[in-house]
């Protein structure tokens, strides 16, 4: 068996391996610490393998770990001159889960072990702190208890509170050592009551059994929900790190804290971090006690202080990014427990990577890669409207920014319930927890009463990019009866309030926002990002309000504008009904003739805006039974206006009913169908072109595209249509418009006879949503049945109408490029619809060596940065 345990101090014979896969995040980290000369306590890893091996042999912890593992105890004993189990001088161990990524608060952690009835005495002995020695035993009790024994942690926090009420005190800190004394036998009561069992005196069940649990604990439900959510493969286990344990609760000269090496709201340079003197491990994190600001340690313990500020600026070297650490002080002596890259904002990430490119500690490739894409929808999206009435009922910290506003609810259960109804909602909590994440996900935004800015809200909120106000102690929330009362306002659940985790208000009803400015920043990373990026990146767009947007947003062209958005405007529908409802020829093409301006003028406001760059147009694709009147009053409406019977219409719209409208008359069958109303269509964009020649505007590339075709003949007939109008729009102009003529690859038909059809395309537009439903004979929508439990069995590793399938869907979008390209080597090959903004997609399209991604306004940042990094990975 090859080697499982690792020490972090390279004394003696160990090698100094590293690396995150064996060590998980953690242990690798402390490695690295040591490595450095920082002071950490010494300590070993159980390497993610042996949790490996743990879940294939029955989960025991295998025989090879247990001897080796007593063998570095021995060495941990040696350097502290303290002995595991000793009753003059007993060392306590940690043994803390830590797996390859950060999972913060995800697995379990449990202090102080190697505590008993006996080394209890011994440690309250050694230190003439009884105080000290009977907290940290309970503690132990408690973590040992919850994580261990299973037993829920409300029953000791019960037994705390209550006892706390009786003395009439409010603070832990104020409880004594006779009343740990007694709490601890209070424990011991309820737990011999659930297990049957004593709480175990013997230390080496204690070791074991809580290397057992962390082990466990990769599989429990948080955990794996964690996972999911995250994508992080089930297989990988956790490691187990097994440590020294330093006392931050030993007095005034004693403190535990948490910081970043900088700001990671919003990136700026500055300590930022908060601690707590005379407390221990999760004390600050759990919200319990409102800690105090890092600078204030400037005071408080100055000569730590600057210890930490060489340390922060050390770490920072060495990784190369924004760190998150974690310290304890005992006695004055500063020990590092913790360091990993820290979670930030969006607007963090980017302000971070811009200043390590200027202080040179990273490349602008690095930079590049630093910012997750998906993240930018928090920047991009709308804030709060200055000029907006906004009535106040609370505030806390700004602990996550953005602003989200929805319908409050108490429980992450209820926020998850209304997330399938599509309603949005601002969770609010005393404090979360790790239980709370499926909510917290579900949730639009996160409103806490409890806990600073790193808080398990605020980190995990920053994390996934949603608005948190944190610690707002105005507000009283009443689990029970559904409501919070602030000043004299009340908030039952479902009333609806607005959060700017920007600036920590909490506001009633629901406030507008309007659009963010962007950070020079942010536009710096962009243009690095162009700088490397081969593919282009169009919108899809049919407004010129939307239009204006993207190309703000740097849109190359548009990729795809859906003509029939553009009929469904309240003084066109008649015309686009009467159309349809036209019994001959002639009636249709009257009401096509009405409909030509409106098309005209559409396309010249968008070919304006686009000033030059290429717009692809798609003809009508829905069935016309879409623009039909669906109520009778809409009927009776419509026969009004078109002086027809109600009946006429009815049995026209009986008549054009479709079992399967997806698989029906639509894309180019109306073409085929209805020849005019594709032509009228043309005659739109190229009398628009005229006109804008007329007034001197740049020139658009205007690409037709034909939706739907799954045969050479198809596009054959429909290319023919377009070429024969755009001959008559040039003579009767007497100018020259250079055009191209174009198809979706939509159907799985299309991609294998790609050949043939490229014959008479100048380019191919992946429709991948229409594809995607194809390929896997999947409506999208009525997957969201079945979807879930697809993902849930492993069947899809995502939503494939979220993340291209590669290999399948991409599989016929890789034949369709090499065979198209094959019969025209200048073939342009983009891809239109959600995938197109999606940045595994993005990285898909490069590597299938299309041309351009087309993705919504809003996203058009995103796939700019996705494709720089899809490149730079690409090269990598
Ligand atoms: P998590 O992964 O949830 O952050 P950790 O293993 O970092 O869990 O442990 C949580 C906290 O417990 C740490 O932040 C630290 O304050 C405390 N802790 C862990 N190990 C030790 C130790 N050896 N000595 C003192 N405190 C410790
Ligand atoms: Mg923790
Ligand atoms: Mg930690």
Redesign the pocket.
């Given at each position: 068996m090859e080697k499982l345990i690792f020490r972090f101090n390279n004394q003696g014979s160990q090698s100094s391996f590293n690396s995150k896969n064996v060590l998980g995040g953690?242990g690798a980290n402390l490695v690295q610490m040591a490595k450095l000369g920082l002071p950490v306590?010494p300590?070993f890893t159980i390497s993610t393998k042996a949790c490996e091996y743990f879940y294939k042999g029955s989960k025991r912890i295998p025989k090879k770990i247990v001897t080796e593992s007593k063998k570095e105890i021995k060495i941990i004993e040696k350097i502290t001159k303290k002995k595991f189990g000793d009753y003059q001088n007993p060392l306590?161990?940690?043994v803390?889960?830590?797996a390859r990524v950060?999972?913060?608060?995800?697995?379990?952690?449990i202090?102080n072990l190697g505590l008993n009835d006996k080394t209890v005495i011994a440690l309250k002995n050694k230190t003439s702190n009884g105080r000290f020695a009977k907290d940290s035993y309970r503690r132990f009790i408690q973590m040992y208890s919850t994580v261990v024994l299973g037993i829920k942690s409300y029953f000791f926090e019960e037994l705390i509170e209550n006892y706390k009420l009786t003395k009439g005190v409010i603070q832990d800190t104020e409880l004594e050592e006779d009343d740990w004394d007694g709490l601890i036998e209070n424990f011991k009561e309820v737990i011999k009551e659930k297990t049957k069992k004593k709480f175990p005196q013997d230390i080496n069940e204690q070791l074991w059994g809580a290397i057992k649990a962390v082990f466990l604990s990769w599989n429990s439900k948080r955990a794996k929900i964690y996972r999911k959510i995250n994508h992080i493969p089930d297989h990988w286990g956790t490691a187990v790190?097994v440590?020294?344990?330093?006392?931050?609760n030993m007095g005034n000269d004693c403190a535990?804290?948490?910081a970043f090496t900088r700001n990671p709201s919003t990136g700026k340079k500055e300590l930022f971090g908060e601690y707590l003197i005379n407390a221990?491990?999760?004390?600050?994190?759990a919200g319990t006690r409102t800690p105090k600001n890092l600078l204030s340690m400037n005071k408080s313990m100055p000569k730590i202080f600057q210890q930490l500020k060489k340390i922060f600026k050390q770490l920072e070297n060495k990784y190369k990014d924004m760190q998150d650490i974690?310290?304890?002080i005992?006695n004055n002596k500063l020990?590092m427990?913790?360091t990993r890259s820290g979670k930030r904002t969006a607007k963090a990430a980017i302000k971070i990577a811009v200043d390590m490119v200027k202080e040179k500690l990273i490349s602008n490739k690095e930079a590049i890669l630093r910012v997750n894409p998906n993240t930018l929808d928090t920047l991009l999206h709308p804030a709060l409207d200055e000029k907006a009435e906004k009535k106040i009922i609370a505030s806390g910290l700004p602990a996550s920014p953005g602003a989200a506003s929805g319908k409050v609810t108490f429980s992450a259960d209820e926020a998850e319930r209304l997330k399938e109804q599509m309603q949005d909602t601002i969770l609010v909590r005393i404090e979360t927890s790790p239980e709370d994440i499926n909510g917290m996900h579900a949730a639009k935004g996160i409103l806490t009463a409890r806990g600073g800015m790193t808080s398990h809200a605020a980190v995990v909120a920053r994390g996934m990019g949603k608005p948190c106000v944190s610690g707002s102690s105005e507000i009283k929330i009443d689990y029970e009866n559904k409501l919070f009362k602030s000043d004299d306002h009340e908030i039952k659940e479902g009333d609806v309030i607005t959060i700017d985790g920007g600036s920590g208000k909490v506001m009633l009803g629901k406030v507008p926002t309007v659009k963010p400015d962007i950070s020079e920043d942010f536009s710096k990373i962009m243009s690095w990002a162009d700088q490397y990026r081969k593919l282009k990146v169009r919108t899809n767009s049919e407004t010129p309000a939307d239009t204006k947007i993207a190309r703000d947003f740097g849109a190359e062209g548009i990729g795809l504008c859906r003509t029939e958005h553009m009929f469904f405007d309240e003084k066109r529908i008649i015309s686009v009904r009467q159309m349809i409802l036209s019994k001959t020829l002639d009636d249709r093409k009257e009401a096509l003739a009405k409909l030509l301006p409106y098309q005209r003028n559409d396309f010249i406001e968008i070919f304006k805006i686009m000033n030059g760059l290429p717009v692809t147009v798609r003809l009508l694709d829905p069935p016309l039974h879409e623009f039909l009147p669906k109520t009778d009053k809409d009927i009776d409406d419509v026969a009004k206006e078109l002086n027809m019977s109600h009946n006429d219409i009815k049995s026209r719209i009986i008549e054009l009913h479709e079992q399967n409208p997806m698989l029906g008359h639509r894309g180019c069958r109306l073409g085929i169908s209805f020849p005019e109303i594709y032509q009228m269509q043309c005659e739109a964009i190229f009398e628009a072109l005229a006109e804008c020649k007329k007034k001197k505007i740049k020139l658009v590339m205007p690409e037709i595209m034909i939706p739907l075709v799954s045969t050479a003949a198809e596009i054959q007939i429909l290319r023919n249509l377009v070429d024969k109008t755009a001959e008559e729009i040039q003579k009767k102009h007497s100018i020259k418009i250079k055009y191209h003529v174009g198809t979706m690859i939509e159907l799985p038909r299309a991609a294998i006879r790609a050949k043939d059809i490229a014959k008479y395309a100048d380019f191919f537009s992946f429709g991948t949503n229409d594809l995607t439903q194809t390929t896997f004979g999947i409506s999208r929508d009525d997957s969201g049945k079945f979807l879930n439990d697809y993902v849930e069995n492993k069947i899809f590793n995502k939503d494939p109408f979220v993340s291209i399938d590669e290999r399948g869907v991409g599989e016929l979008i890789k034949i369709a490029a090499e065979r198209g390209r094959l019969e025209k080597k200048s073939l342009k090959l983009g891809i239109c619809g959600e995938h197109g903004g999606d940045p595994a997609s993005i990285e898909f399209c490069e590597k299938a060596k299309l041309n351009y991604v087309s993705c919504s306004p809003y996203r058009v940042p995103i796939a700019r940065l996705s494709a720089a990094q899809a490149y730079l990975k690409k090269k990598k």
């Open positions: 953690k306590p300590g306590l161990v940690s803390r889960s830590g950060s999972m913060p608060g995800m697995m379990d952690t202090l790190n440590q020294a344990m330093v006392f931050g535990t804290g948490v221990q491990g999760e004390d600050v994190v974690e310290f304890t005992e020990w427990l913790q």
